[in-house]
């Protein structure tokens, strides 16, 4: 089955600085690539999709760029806020829409 | 607003016991999830289905059954509680040909 790390596991920022989360997979069938965010308490949200036939999508401070080759894909946020402190989750998915989970990333950003 | 909503909210039970969490959803979605929730492990599906005759195991699926009652509808039974299945269980549903999932509220259960 496939194989889904994060990382780092948490992370720690000062508000309006950048954060990247790394997340590699091991089924080289994963055809999509998303993240998810969930706030204490809360759901787990999408937040950014990519498909495997693009390499790059940006959506406001956020933006998810994939390497297939390499079987890993990353979130990039910038210009962090508070709001933006919560676990992030990404879910390389196959055709199937299938998703397997990594164990999330810690994200705080400090005022 | 329409959603996915998830029966109980919360449920403490005891060894032993049958349980049945439901999920209902209101977006015309013909996909349905089934994950736990652990510290640490992330999302683990226990059981899918992509329509009302289509049931299938996800990868944690022993100790659970599920029910596909329309198509609106998904029930997780645990037929005989123990305490590590303890966890936050999330329903989760899809749209054919769009993979993104929308998460219902969680149910947390306990299991004494």
């Known amino acids: 089955g496939e194989n889904v790390e994060q990382h780092p596991s948490t992370l720690s920022v000062q508000e309006g600085d950048s954060a990247v989360i790394k997340c590699t997979y091991s089924?080289?069938?994963?055809?999509?690539f998303p993240w998810y965010k969930q706030e204490l308490g809360k759901r787990p949200q999408l937040i950014i999709d990519?498909?495997?036939?693009?390499g790059e999508k940006k959506d406001q401070r956020i933006a998810v760029t994939l390497n297939k080759t390499a079987k890993h894909f990353s979130l990039h946020i910038t210009e962090t806020q508070p709001e933006d402190s919560a676990v992030y989750f990404c879910?390389?998915?196959?055709?199937?829409?299938?998703?397997?989970f990594g164990a999330g990333t810690q994200v705080v950003v400090t005022p | 607003d329409a959603d996915v909503t998830q029966t109980p909210r919360n449920r403490i039970t005891k060894t032993g016991k049958r349980i049945m969490l439901e999920c209902s959803q209101t977006?015309?979605?013909?996909?349905m999830y089934w994950y736990r929730q652990d510290p640490g492990l992330g999302l683990r599906l226990i059981y899918y289905?992509?329509?009302?005759?289509?049931?299938n195991k996800g990868e944690i699926s022993d100790g659970y059954s599920v029910s596909r009652q329309a198509q609106a509808k998904f029930s997780l039974s645990l037929e005989s509680a123990i305490p590590n299945q303890t966890a936050l269980y999330f329903c989760?549903?899809?749209?054919?040909?769009?993979?993104?999932?929308?998460f219902g509220s969680g149910t947390r259960l306990t299991v004494v």
């Open positions: 879910a390389p998915g196959d055709s199937w829409g299938k998703l397997q």
């Open positions: 089924d080289s069938a994963s055809n999509y």
């Open positions: 990519i498909r495997s036939n693009v």
């Open positions: 977006k015309g979605h013909d996909r």
């Open positions: 289905s992509f329509d009302v005759k289509d049931i």
């Open positions: 989760a549903t899809a749209k054919q040909g769009n993979y993104g999932y929308t």
